[in-house]
């Protein structure tokens, strides 16, 4: 109970934070809105299990084609929501995808109130594979799959950008299993082409290194399910942050300056490992910026677009 009552708190004073029209915190938006596309498919259960935990929804461009290149994009919600795919800032992230001609997956994935990390980045693997495997059936182009996703989405998009072919993390005596077995694809790819980190947490056993939301335990010790003491390693296995390299693919990070939730030093800190490793790597700092806040503009919405384009169309692929 008192988990659910910290869930519910953190949603509450989230969303109050991040409001803006049109857009803001992914669980805030209403579930209502309409997006213009050509096609819609609700409720498609990834994983085989009849979890609403496990559905995601598939939107298609409104210019009809034989097959769209696709973004998976993911809400945020400090890992405490486990159905929220229907507010995944869907008039402003997923609209601009979709008028770019890209084909949007906005899946749900368990919470760290259901099952503690790596549950939550095996759920995102498990629907980059359901993309490719059911590529036909919903017109997907898998030549590009990209990810983006914002606070704690954009901490799951991330990571699952820099583990790309990564079957287990690994530092000293500890191990995840990051690629999980969830679903019926796991003989196929989870590699995905590109990501956008929108305000994420990317340094979990540095969240201290800026202004941000306390709360008692910390989203990220539910994630984890243990201290930060004496357990600095399990968080840093699950930082993108502690991924950076050279073969990572390429990685834009927007950040709100004035981000009291998520601080800025977080997304400057993965901008800063990311150019360290020579990765193929992109910052935009919001100088007005907040949590969500004043961070969709139409700038930083075409901006995001074009990284994507930009990626979609140098010849090197990701093989299906």
Same mark, same amino acid.
């Given at each position: ?5 910290? &869930?519910?708190?953190?949603?509450? &004073?989230? &969303? ?41 929804d598939i939107y298609l461009p409104q210019e ?16 405490? #929501? ?13 609209? =601009? ?37 059911? &590529? ?8 590009f799959v990209g990810i983006s996703g914002f ?6 998009? #991330? ?21 999980? =077995? ?39 010790? +539910? ?17 993108? +942050? ?18 009291? +939730? ?10 800063? =490992?990311l150019r360290a490793a020579e990765a193929d ?40």
């Open positions: 109970m008192k988990k659910m009552m910290l &869930a519910g708190a953190f949603l509450f &004073a989230h &969303a109050c934070l991040s409001a803006q029209p049109g857009g803001g915190f992914g669980g805030f938006q209403r579930p209502e809105i309409k997006l213009q596309c050509s096609e819609k498919f609700s409720d498609i259960n990834y994983a085989g299990d009849g979890e609403a935990y496990h559905t995601l009809e084609r034989s097959s769209y290149p696709v973004v998976i994009h993911i809400y945020g919600s400090a890992w405490f #929501s486990n159905n929220s795919k229907g507010a995944a800032d869907l008039s402003t992230i997923c609209q =601009a995808l979709l008028n770019a001609g890209y084909a949007v997956v906005t899946p749900n994935h368990r919470a760290s109130t259901d099952a503690k990390f790596p549950a939550q980045i095996n759920d995102i693997k498990a629907v980059v594979r359901f993309v490719r495997g059911e &590529a036909r059936k919903y017109h997907f182009d898998t030549a606070s704690s989405g954009g901490h799951l998009a #991330s990571l699952a950008a820099v583990t790309n072919g990564m079957d287990d993390a690994s530092l000293g005596d500890v191990s995840y299993d990051i690629e999980g =077995a969830v679903g019926s694809y796991t003989s196929l790819s989870s590699q995905v082409n590109a990501a956008c980190d929108w305000s994420g947490p990317v340094d979990l056993p540095n969240m201290d290194c800026g202004e941000k939301m306390k709360m008692d335990p910390s989203p990220e010790e +539910v994630l984890i399910g243990l201290p930060l003491t004496g357990n600095e390693t399990r968080y840093a296995l699950a930082s993108p +942050v502690t991924f950076a390299d050279a073969d990572n693919v390429p990685i834009h990070i927007f950040h709100g300056k004035t981000d009291n +939730v998520v601080p800025v030093c977080q997304g400057q800190r993965f901008y800063e =490992a790597c992109g910052y935009t700092e919001v100088p007005e910026g907040g949590h969500g806040f004043n961070m969709y503009t139409e700038e930083n919405l075409a901006r995001m677009v074009s990284f994507f384009d930009r990626v979609r169309t140098t010849p090197a692929r990701i093989a299906d």
